[in-house]
DNA sequence: CTGTTATGTGCAG
DNA sequence: TGCACCTAACAGA
């Protein structure tokens, strides 16, 4: 579940939820557990997000810095009768002091107590996010326009662009017809431009469904009458962890491949090579 | 029930 | 480059 669009979900949800509130702050689990002590009873002033990282502010200078990584999640419940045990390896647990509301994060990569210099660091180096109104998409730019490595690579590249994952990633570069190891210096900036603006919109109604939803109205299930995917990422995409089905623009079998350990999905037809492309 | 896989990142070697 | 992190959904027995 963890792109962009989910981090900047929760941090509206922690900003409804738990902002102007008093909160009991924990560890059930332990290993938060002498941050949570130097929390716990603090008001919550609101939360915000950059790329996948999630920054609650508990004021005076004291972030907590959340990253969910790969499997992790952060279930907020409201409201609540009562707040239940925890079950499981709950590494932070905070409730609303009037118990009407409670949160459980598990299995995340990053949770610590951090400064505001801490957390103005970690800013400082992500890229542009495509959810934040005031992100330059020339920032990424600049870096793909003079990198040889791969536009997949780049794509993920937290640095590069802030926010994007696999979904994201290969879900862009069909809708762009764009091959994954083309090199980023060989983009046009017009190129990037639309890909850009095409983010922004595909992340924002992420944000508003919290499902990756990519496919264009005339591919979606009933115009084209295939069935719907059954995932548990919930949306309609084209290319993404469709290995061997049927394009569905063109009918030839999506290709995968692994890059830099993360599964690449693309269409051969759709999103030619560069090489093929400037014969062709 | 078990085994496999994953929308991510950072660190050891 | 490989693995730790240690959740959750899914397939198959």
Redesign the pocket.
């Known amino acids: 579940?963890?792109?962009?669009?989910?981090l900047h979900r929760l941090a509206r949800q922690v900003s409804d939820v738990f902002g102007d509130q008093q909160v009991r702050v924990g560890s059930p689990?332990g290993?938060f557990a002498d941050s949570a002590a130097q929390l716990d009873g603090a008001v919550v002033l609101g939360a915000e997000t950059w790329?996948?990282?999630l920054f609650i502010d508990f004021g005076v200078g004291r972030f907590v810095h959340v990253?969910?990584?790969?499997?992790?999640?952060f279930?907020i419940h409201d409201p609540v009768d009562e707040v239940p045990l925890p079950v499981?390896?709950v590494?932070l647990r905070i409730v609303r002091v009037d118990g009407k509301a409670y949160g459980d994060l598990?299995?995340?990569?990053?949770c610590a107590l951090l400064t505001t210099a801490e957390r103005d660091a970690?800013v400082a180096?992500t890229g542009p996010d495509p959810l934040r109104p005031d992100a330059d998409p020339d920032r990424a730019w600049a870096r793909i326009s003079r990198s040889a490595a791969p536009i997949g690579t780049l794509l993920?590249?937290?640095a590069v662009v802030?926010?994007?994952?696999?979904?994201?990633?290969a879900e862009l570069l069909f809708r762009h017809r764009i091959h994954p190891l083309r090199p980023g210096r060989t983009l046009r900036v017009g190129q990037w431009r639309a890909m850009w603006a095409d983010l922004v919109d595909l992340m924002h109604d992420g944000v508003r469904s919290g499902t990756?939803d990519t496919v264009r109205p005339e591919h979606t299930p009933e115009a084209m009458g295939r069935p719907p995917r059954?995932?548990?990422?919930?949306g309609e995409v084209y290319v993404?962890?469709r290995t061997s089905q049927p394009c569905h623009v063109c009918d030839r079998p999506v290709r995968t491949q692994v890059l830099?350990?993360?599964?690449l999905f693309w269409c051969s037809r759709c999103q030619p090579t560069f090489r093929s492309r400037a014969a062709g």
């Open positions: 579940m963890p792109e962009g669009h989910t689990q290993r790329g996948k990282h990253h969910l990584g790969l499997y992790g999640t279930d499981g390896q590494r598990r299995g995340a990569t990053a970690i180096r993920m590249d937290q802030a926010g994007v994952g696999n979904v994201y990633r990756i059954k995932d548990d990422h919930g993404y962890r830099g350990g993360r599964n």
